[in-house]
């Protein structure tokens, strides 16, 4: 996957001096560049994935918004407007905004903000594009400033990356960090330790398709250690996902993780070096950029959440930090292939507490859920609650107890059933920028032809 910001393109009937004719604009790039991957995921075996992102202060953000309206135009790219702070204060006291051409700096048009965040709202409950990221958070977290500023992100939002950098990420299956029915931070402590040492070898046996890449790789030498299995952790634990709990279990988890990698990051400075980059780096003290974490790293980003969705599936974990799709459900994964799946951790619950029987998973089997399982007591129901069951504001503190410790950003679908509305959706933009979230996905549920669950 690849992640193009369009931002310095001159927008659309710009004029070419130097040719007499006028640009064609960031769309009509992103319409080659959706060809060439379309072309070359037919000689393999993986579907090919772009990031598209575009700045909100660009004169062709409009078009931009609208691009994706049906399913059949750009389907190699995921979009994401890149919101500024200013945009925000702009939506929030209905401002005028300029929108400024890149070529020149010069102002193109001065527009109504919320004009734009409805249009952005609208096209998002239509079809789940554009997301949104806060383009501003992120880089007041960028390790390496006096590199230049982040612009883009991978196609699933976790990992904001300079241009040529690349992504490197591994996941810890919380499933298995589970014991006694308490998390095992003894095996957590030793599987981080190795995982990060592995992603720092990656870096260095990698073979790279381009000098730029390996250089600002090397330099910066960013990998991203993340989880999957949350859900699986929180139903072994018997906390439901929309409680304090669980966002306690959040926080604590990524808290220990990122604590854990960079000790293993110093420990590997201390032997390798530190990553070239580190000087004027965050990590710096002698910096101006200094950011008050005063240690040699081996790496200038050692944190990533990503949506594990192919390999959760291998793991047989959940994907990412996401709750329950459903409890019974059909994937489609590669090639059409469909996998059917009941619960196994509902299944042993059930067994635990003496509420398996033919007649249990039969229902569960035909409703998905057990909202309406009047038969099993409330407690079981509200730890085994499914996405569409779960309000938005949980979704989103779930999301931003894992970004409070991570380095880079947080992989997360905010999930809607088919009845929400469009203030629903702004309201959840709206909530993502005010929690210091660095970015926002939303669906809603039945909103595209094709979709990945199907419960």
Same mark, same amino acid.
């Given at each position: 996957g690849t992640g193009f910001s369009f931002s310095r393109l001159r927008p659309k009937n710009d004029c070419v001096k130097t040719t007499k004719g006028v640009a064609s604009g960031p769309i009509s790039f992103m319409r080659v560049y959706n060809a060439s991957t379309e072309e070359i995921k037919q000689g393999g075996t993986r579907r090919g994935a772009n990031m598209g992102i575009l700045r909100?202060?660009?004169?062709?953000?409009?078009?931009?918004?609208?691009?994706?309206?049906?399913?059949?135009?750009?389907?190699?790219?995921? !979009?994401?407007?890149?919101?500024?702070?200013?945009?925000?204060?702009?939506?929030?006291?209905?401002?005028?905004?300029?929108?400024?051409?890149?070529?020149?700096?010069?102002?193109?048009?001065?527009?109504?903000?919320?004009e734009i965040w409805t249009l952005l709202v609208e096209n998002a409950w239509r079809n789940g594009d554009p997301g949104i990221i806060?383009?501003?958070? !992120?880089?007041?977290?960028?390790?390496?400033?006096?590199?230049?500023? !982040?612009?883009?992100?991978?196609?699933?939002?976790?990992?904001?990356?300079?241009?040529?950098?690349?992504?490197?990420?591994?996941?810890?299956?919380?499933?298995?960090?589970?014991k006694n029915r308490k998390v095992n931070y003894d095996r957590m402590t030793k599987v981080?330790?190795?995982?990060?040492?592995?992603?720092?070898?990656?870096?260095?046996?990698?073979?790279?398709?381009?000098?730029?890449?390996?250089?600002l790789t090397k330099g910066n030498r960013k990998i991203g250690l993340g989880v999957m299995g949350f859900a699986d952790m929180l139903a072994q634990l018997e906390i439901p996902y929309d409680s304090e709990a669980a966002i306690d279990l959040a926080e604590n988890i990524m808290n220990f993780i990122q604590h854990e990698t960079r000790k293993s990051s110093n420990s590997l400075a201390k032997l390798r070096g530190a990553f070239p980059n580190f000087p004027g780096s965050i990590y710096d003290k002698d910096s101006p950029n200094f950011k008050g974490v005063d240690m040699k790293l081996r790496n200038a980003a050692s944190t990533t959440v990503a949506p594990t969705g192919t390999i959760s599936t291998i793991a047989g974990a959940w994907g990412g930090i996401e709750p329950y799709f459903a409890l019974y459900y059909e994937k489609s994964v590669m090639s059409g292939t469909i996998l059917k799946e009941l619960n196994p951790y509902l299944l042993s619950t059930l067994k635990r507490n003496g509420f398996y029987n033919d007649a249990i998973v039969e229902a569960i089997t035909r409703e998905g859920t057990l909202k309406d399982l009047n038969e099993l007591p409330e407690y079981i129901r509200h730890i085994f609650v499914t996405s569409h069951e !779960?309000?938005?504001?949980?979704?989103?503190?779930?999301?931003?107890?894992?970004?409070?410790?991570?380095?880079?950003?947080?992989?997360?679908?905010?999930?809607?059933?088919?009845?929400?509305?469009?203030?629903?959706?702004?309201?959840?933009?709206?909530?993502?920028y005010n929690m210091n979230l660095k970015g926002l996905t939303v669906y809603r549920d039945g909103c595209k032809s094709v979709q990945v669950y199907q419960a």
């Open positions: 909100v202060d660009h004169p062709d953000i409009v078009d931009f918004i609208k691009c994706k309206k049906d399913d059949n135009t750009l389907t190699n790219f995921n !979009i994401s407007v890149a919101v500024t702070d200013k945009f925000m204060e702009a939506v929030k006291n209905d401002g005028e905004f300029e929108l400024v051409n890149p070529h020149d700096g010069a102002v193109a048009k001065s527009v109504k903000a919320r806060f383009i501003d958070r !992120i880089n007041e977290f960028n390790p390496t400033p006096q590199l230049g500023r !982040i612009e883009s992100t991978n196609p699933c939002g976790e990992q904001p990356l300079l241009p040529y950098e690349s992504c490197n990420l591994g996941s810890i299956n919380l499933s298995r960090m589970v981080i330790a190795a995982a990060t040492h592995f992603l720092d070898n990656i870096i260095d046996m990698n073979r790279y398709p381009s000098p730029q890449i390996e250089k !779960i309000s938005h504001e949980w979704h989103l503190k779930i999301q931003a107890a894992f970004q409070k410790y991570c380095d880079n950003a947080v992989s997360k679908t905010i999930n809607f059933s088919n009845s929400a509305t469009i203030p629903d959706i702004a309201d959840a933009y709206l909530m993502a």
